[in-house]
């Protein structure tokens, strides 16, 4: 018997600070063999309808976590069109659906199928992106961080700074965005939902100036923040992945950029949720800038590697530090899915499906009795 159920029968069961200690535990898992986690796979099928052209996305995410017991891989479809410099929604966009595939690391039986990722404490954004945002945070960011700026005024930019503020005391912010409107109605909103106030700013370096937290949380292709206007001590954090296969499928010219190369010279080092990911997505803030010789691979550290202290993080007020969350890791997509499963089991939610487990004659011999 498995269990399907809803996570949103479950996620708000789920801090958010308990949220990043369990992406942080799993994201440590990968330093030893007690973690496996496969790079992000992105299948684009493009399209070109009466509507417009688009692409048709199916991401698939993998991984596996001892301290969680789960093993399994979440897979979700959505579309994307390309419009200018950002990515969009096409005119007609099917709701997201997403399936969560949870088996026992042990036993191998199939715990249960959530459908759909798990929101973070607003409701707004999935818990997953956000929580793998601010992990580490108090390793890279330092103990005296109290203002923010903020680039983007969509679902990653809201639940990155709502959580940040379940974190650490935070003073004040600053959000920037291109359309005036998105910035002044999100600086009102959310400074009404986190009791920290935020003004709107109309300079893009107006949000990077006299603040120690920096958020890059936007859906752009080209980059937002220069490095010039950068301020010893700072941490920033970047949301943008891959669309190597939106240069593939022809509708872009260069892979997605969010961080200029200018902050990449000027950190101290780069702290990257996943290099093999980076290398695998071809990600135009890391890979692309390594084989242009804008850095090495030397400057850039796993955030594993320093969760599980192999690594080391901030040692001086004085450094600048970048970190990639650039692609969701399906080790913290199962050891979340986990989470929810226990919780749903718990709280009596959803149903039991009858799946009848067959041998598996491959791995128990069953060729001599067949054959």
Not at 11 to 29: C, G, H, K, M
Not at 178 to 191: D, N
Not at 234 to 260: C, M, T, W
Request: glycine residues 8%; hydrophobic residues 40%; proline residues 4%.
């Amino acid at each position: 018997m498995a269990l399907f159920f809803h996570s949103d029968e479950v996620d708000q069961l789920i801090s958010f600070p308990e949220a990043v200690a369990i992406t942080e535990n799993a994201l440590r898992d990968l330093v030893s063999p007690r973690g496996v986690n496969a790079p992000r796979k992105r299948l684009n099928l493009h399209r070109e309808l009466r509507e417009g052209k688009f692409d048709t996305v199916l991401n698939i995410y993998a991984g596996g976590s001892a301290s969680y017991g789960a093993i399994g891989a979440q897979v979700a479809l959505h579309r994307k069109a390309i419009v200018g410099n950002m990515q969009k929604r096409p005119p007609f966009n099917p709701a997201q659906t997403e399936l969560a595939l949870i088996y026992d690391a042990d036993s191998g039986t199939l715990l249960g199928i959530m459908a759909h990722r798990p929101l973070d404490f607003t409701g707004v954004a999935d818990l997953r992106t956000p929580a793998t945002s601010l992990a580490g945070v108090d390793l890279f960011a330092r103990k005296d961080a109290r203002h923010v700026g903020i680039y983007g005024s969509g679902q990653q930019a809201w639940a990155t700074f709502a959580g940040l503020t379940q974190l650490r005391r935070i003073e004040s912010a600053k959000v920037y965005s291109l359309t005036p409107s998105h910035r002044e109605g999100f600086a009102k909103k959310i400074s009404a939902k986190t009791g920290v106030p935020v003004t709107a700013v109309d300079a893009p370096e107006k949000a990077a100036r006299g603040v120690d937290i920096i958020l890059c949380m936007t859906n752009t292709n080209v980059p937002v923040i220069d490095g010039a206007w950068l301020e010893p001590g700072q941490y920033i954090i970047s949301v943008i992945g891959s669309n190597i296969e939106l240069v593939k499928s022809g509708n872009l010219a260069s892979p997605r950029r969010e961080i200029d190369d200018a902050t990449l010279k000027r950190c101290d080092f780069i702290v990257a949720l996943s290099k093999l990911q980076a290398i695998d997505s071809q990600q135009g803030d890391i890979y692309w800038p390594v084989q242009s010789g804008v850095m090495t691979w030397d400057k850039i550290v796993d955030i594993a590697d320093v969760l599980a202290g192999n690594a080391e993080g901030r040692t001086d007020d004085e450094q600048i530090i970048v970190y990639k969350n650039q692609g969701g890791q399906g080790i913290v997509d199962i050891a979340l899915a986990k989470k929810c499963y226990d919780l749903a089991k718990q709280n009596g939610k959803g149903y039991e499906m009858k799946i009848q487990a067959r041998e598996n004659w491959w791995v128990q011999g069953g060729r001599a009795e067949t054959w």
